[in-house]
């Protein structure tokens, strides 16, 4: 599996402002995904990162509120905008495996803890 | 839409135990893989154990495996010979094949006491 990290790993934020949440893997990957568990809850897909066109968003996630940007095939960053206590969770991206068996599996990176007063 | 249901909010057992954690899921899509999740208080998602519809045989990891039960939509995780390390939430999750998006359980957190 690919070895994924985060920045930061955690961050207490003032409402109002913005946070951009970077994900470097140590590979190319061709999916990249940001889901959010809030506090207590699973986790749920905010969207899915593809390189060369914008990110999918899945339903009650909008581009405004998280931007997500993909460069390159080994980084993505997803941006909290304008954030809430709301907002305040655990967000996660993962990619996908790769190798024969491998396909369609997800692995996921450390998470960014988020507190928003 | 897909729902995947863990109806086991928290268990506890002795280390050197064996556990079984249950989880059920709903969909009309034959093609789909099934997943088992870990995340100790760390907060790092690991993944466990992995499972193909089409397969029938269960799948294994070392001391964990499962009981896919197809036409009853049932997945569920054994932890054989249970450690103190597997204290964890352990998260059930599904995927249609192509679609790239997981729906997680709500999740059974694990004690392993000493």
């Known amino acids: 599996s690919a070895v994924i990290s985060q920045k930061p790993s955690r961050d207490i934020c003032q409402r109002g402002t913005s946070l951009t949440i970077q994900c470097q893997v140590d590979?190319?990957?061709?999916?990249m995904f940001w889901y959010r568990q809030q506090p207590g809850q699973s986790l749920t897909l905010i969207a899915t990162?593809?390189?060369?066109?914008?990110?999918?968003?899945e339903s009650g996630f909008v581009i405004d509120k998280f931007p997500i940007s993909r460069p390159n095939l080994t980084f993505s960053t997803l941006t909290v905008s304008n954030m809430s206590p709301e907002d305040s969770s655990i967000y996660l991206c993962?990619?996908?495996?790769?190798?024969?068996?491998?396909?369609?599996?997800?692995?996921f990176g450390p998470g960014t803890r988020l507190l928003v007063l | 839409a897909q729902t995947v249901t863990q109806s086991q909010p928290e268990m506890s057992v002795q280390e050197a135990e064996t556990v079984t954690l249950s989880c059920t899921y709903d969909t009309s899509e034959s093609n789909y893989y099934l997943f088992w999740y870990k995340q100790p208080p760390s907060r790092q998602m690991i993944l466990v154990i992995r499972q193909e519809a089409y397969k029938q045989q269960n799948a294994t990891e070392n001391r964990f495996s499962v009981n896919f039960q197809k036409a009853a939509k049932s997945f569920s995780l054994k932890i054989s010979d249970s450690q103190l390390g597997d204290t964890a939430m352990y998260f059930c999750a599904f995927m249609i094949q192509g679609a790239q998006k997981l729906v997680f359980g709500q999740g059974t957190r694990l004690t392993i006491n000493p």
């Open positions: 993962s990619v996908e495996g790769r190798g024969r068996g491998w396909e369609e599996t997800q692995y």
């Open positions: 990162a593809n390189q060369g066109s914008e990110a999918t968003y």
């Open positions: 590979s190319q990957v061709t999916m």
